[in-house]
């Protein structure tokens, strides 16, 4: 916890921040996330306020973002700059304790790198408009914790990838939003979450090429025939081998993934439903060393789940 002796030390500059956070209209998009000064006085607040696990939305809210806050906390060596969001997160936990229905991060108010050649922003944007979507159909009351603890995984995500994104970015708390998010689609969708199985196939492409190849083709139509049910959500996953640059990688994994997901819309299958993503050379099916083509890397993974 930050002691008083603490506060003194700190520039007026960051006292008076802390003043306009303190605020009636306090925003979720102030110009930064939280404060340091008051980061272990609001952790230990939110934390002794928590609700347990088992309520309605708002209350699973502020019990996941009360965890969120303390994990924050507990990465390894923190520094001020943590505890600025230690302290955003505390806050958010504070309002959803008092009923308040927060909001999931919005990415442009993060300082997530590399749009470009990567695409963060925009994959993380998709993954936004996913979790509101599923929210607002039924998500928030019908299953409460699988719905906030998707929110709070999301907010995670963009927190871990402002911090570190070459580790983050695809890291823990994105695999828990992704592994949440499809619980929660699979439980709108009318089957029981312990029953919910996954199927993944496999398109490969030729070395430097996005285009389809005749067997590419076949798989796909079993794919687009396995995937017409509606309540099956799709997702792709571009990749390439590791001869050429990681920035060229990326373009034709993205080339790769947007082919399949062209050929399923000429398919008849709802787009809206496809979650399309890629890395490069950054996760090999088959790791090798820098420069080899291996075949089985120039890849677009399909999961249906």
């Not at 930064?32 to 980061?39: C, L």
């Not at 708002?58 to 507990?74: K, N, P, T």
């Not at 309002?95 to 925009?122: C, H, M």
């Amino acid at each position: 916890m930050v002691t008083r002796s603490a506060f003194l030390s700190v520039s007026a500059l960051i006292a008076g921040g802390m003043m306009l956070a303190g605020c009636s209209d306090w925003s979720y998009k102030p110009p930064i996330h939280g404060n340091y000064p008051s980061a272990g006085h609001n952790q230990t607040a939110v934390l002794a306020a928590a609700p347990p696990a088992g309520g309605n939305f708002v209350q699973e809210l502020a019990h996941d973002y009360a965890g969120l806050a303390d994990m924050l906390s507990h990465q390894g060596k923190v520094f001020p700059g943590d505890y600025v969001d230690v302290d955003y997160f505390a806050r958010k936990g504070i309002a959803a304790e008092k009923g308040e229905l927060v909001p999931p991060e919005d990415n442009s108010n993060w300082a997530i790198p590399l749009e470009q050649p990567y695409g963060f922003r925009t994959q993380m944007a998709a993954a936004r408009q996913r979790l509101v979507g599923d929210l607002d159909r039924g998500g928030r009351d019908r299953f409460p914790g699988l719905a906030a603890r998707a929110q709070v995984a999301y907010d995670c995500w963009l927190e871990r990838t402002e911090k570190d994104w070459a580790h983050e970015f695809d890291g823990a708390c994105h695999k828990d939003f992704i592994s949440t998010i499809t619980a929660l689609e699979a439980a709108l969708g009318g089957r029981p979450v312990a029953a919910v199985g996954s199927h993944q196939y496999n398109i490969y492409f030729e070395f430097d090429r996005s285009q389809l190849t005749p067997e590419g083709r076949q798989v796909l139509d079993t794919v687009a025939q396995a995937a017409k049910d509606p309540a099956i959500h799709i997702r792709l996953v571009g990749k390439a081998d590791l001869s050429g640059t990681d920035p060229y990688n990326v373009a034709l994994s993205k080339r790769r993934a947007d082919t399949v997901r062209a050929a399923l819309r000429a398919d008849g299958i709802d787009t809206s439903r496809v979650q399309e993503s890629w890395v490069g050379f950054r996760e090999p099916p088959v790791p090798t060393a820098p420069g080899v083509r291996e075949p089985r890397n120039r890849v677009v993974e399909i999961t249906l789940n």
